[in-house]
Nanobody, 121 residues
Framework: VQLQASGGGLVQPGGSLGLSCAAS????????MGWYRQAPGKQRELVAS???????NYADSVKGRFTVSRDDAQNTVYLQMNSLKPEDTAVYYCNAAVLRWGYGPNEYHYWGQGTLVTVSS
């Protein structure tokens, strides 16, 4: 299973940016999908997640500004980021909890390669 993230870049404070992450490979079902980020010198932290039933969870720092969504037909998770702040600057990683064909109910976690988001004027 591979996760391919895209959509990072440079944006001014107050601007918007959208990220996407597509999963491919031996996938029976994807349970929770999510986005994490890691700023220089800091630990990786959860930004937002969404379950297979559409239940979402957000870090307090992004509530009301970021929106996570998914398209199960495309095995893709999205992150729409609005009202961006310089402190949102980080490498963003997608994550997926995957059930694989032929592997029973075991859940496997995969990471995307990371995409850099820079918020700066």
């Amino acid at each position: 299973v591979q996760l391919q993230a895209s959509g990072g870049g440079l944006v001014q404070p107050g601007g918007s940016l959208g990220l996407s992450c597509a999963a491919s490979g031996n996938i029976f079902k994807i349970n929770t999908m999510g986005w994490y980020r890691q700023a220089p010198g800091k630990q990786r932290e959860l930004v937002a997640s969404i379950t297979s039933r559409g239940r979402t969870n957000y870090a307090d720092s992004v509530k009301g500004r970021f929106t996570v969504s998914r398209d199960d037909a495309q095995n893709t998770v999205y992150l729409q980021m609005n009202s961006l702040k310089p402190e949102d600057t980080a490498v963003y990683y997608c994550n997926a909890a995957v059930l694989r064909w032929g592997y029973g109910p075991n859940e496997y976690h995969y990471w995307g390669q990371g995409t850099l988001v820079t918020v700066s004027s």
